[in-house]
């Protein structure tokens, strides 16, 4: 009788087990050599970024001269690209490191929206370079008209951007 006890309770000991493996974390949410690389290459992304965009984001706000519409649109990606690089990129890092959020709802839902932010203000800024480079070759002696045009295109960006990252 003890026999058919033991048996009975080696088939629940081997069920549970088998229950806890498929309870447990998919393999993509367990931190593995594929994710240290990830951590590694972000890493190396951020110090890269930091480096670049800093230095133009300084060089920009040092010059004494008459700023001109480029020059304003690539501070404004500097701008878009240090959200990206000192906002988006670490968030990225901690989550890889630690698998989950410790910093709550508030913080959550502030960090998806920068995270979102970044990229869609630096793609409409880069869509706003474009369109003043069709507007400078299209129009090359309305000047007056092509800064303030600038200054209404650069602000749409950043209103856009924030539209389209309220969702988050």
Known sequence: MEEIDITAEFT???TLNKTNETIGLPEHLL????????IVAYSL??????????????????????KSRIKL????LAIADL??????????????ITMKW?????????????????PYLSSMVLVCI?????????????????HRRSKI?????????????IPQ
């Not at 931190?31 to 990830?38: D, K, P, S, T, Y």
């Not at 709802?105 to 929206?113: H, L, S, V």
Request: hydrophobic fraction near 55%; proline fraction near 2%; charged fraction near 15%.
């Open 153 to 165: 295109m650069l602000t749409f960006a950043w209103l856009i951007s924030i539209i389209c990252s």
């Open 45 to 66: 992304l951020l110090v890269v970024a930091a480096m670049g965009n800093v230095s133009v984001f300084v060089t920009l706000l040092r010059t004494r001269q008459r």
């Open 83 to 96: 959200i990206v690089t000192f906002i988006m990129i670490p968030l990225e890092i901690g989550w890889r």
């Open 31 to 38: 931190f593995n050599e594929e994710i240290a690389g990830e």
């Open 12 to 14: 629940q000991n081997e």
């Open 130 to 146: 474009s369109l003043d480079r069709y507007f400078a070759i299209l129009h090359p002696l309305k000047v007056n008209d092509a």
């Open 102 to 118: 410790v910093a709550g709802d508030a913080a959550c839902k502030i960090m998806q929206f920068l995270r979102a932010f970044g």
């Open 73 to 76: 649109m690539i501070l404004h």
